[in-house]
């Protein structure tokens, strides 16, 4: 079956870096687009960035700059590279397989990431 499971999060001081890990089994995942999300306490969840199966990327504007998703077929892993973190990129971060045509949508556990000092 399909596992996403995310590693990497943390507690750091506001101006320091993550790399969040999403590691993937159960499908063919080279094929696949890989998306990060988000979630605050109290606020909707909010896509962070995508990652195509051809490597093309996309971010939210509040991350642009400072984020960077990765993949590595090789080892069925995406990334998620947070520099310059700030106390408002504070959230759970999701790791997420979106549904294609048929095939439904995959979210993993989730990873605790909080910036504070």
């Known amino acids: 079956q399909v596992q996403l499971v995310e590693s990497g999060g943390g507690l750091v001081q506001p101006g320091g870096s993550l790399r969040l890990s999403c590691a993937a089994s159960g499908f063919t995942f080279s094929t696949y687009a890989m998306r990060w999300y988000r979630q605050a306490p109290a606020k909707e969840r909010e896509l962070v960035a995508l990652?195509?199966?051809?490597?093309?990327?996309n971010y939210a504007d509040s991350v642009k700059g400072r984020f960077t998703i990765s993949r590595d077929n090789a080892k069925n892993t995406v990334f998620l590279q947070m520099n310059s973190l700030k106390p408002g990129d504070t959230a759970v971060y999701f790791c997420?397989?979106?549904?294609?045509?048929?095939?439904?949508?995959?979210w993993g556990q989730g990873t605790q990431v909080t910036v504070s000092s």
């Open positions: 997420n397989r979106p549904k294609v045509g048929l095939a439904r949508d995959y």
């Open positions: 990652i195509s199966a051809g490597g093309s990327t």
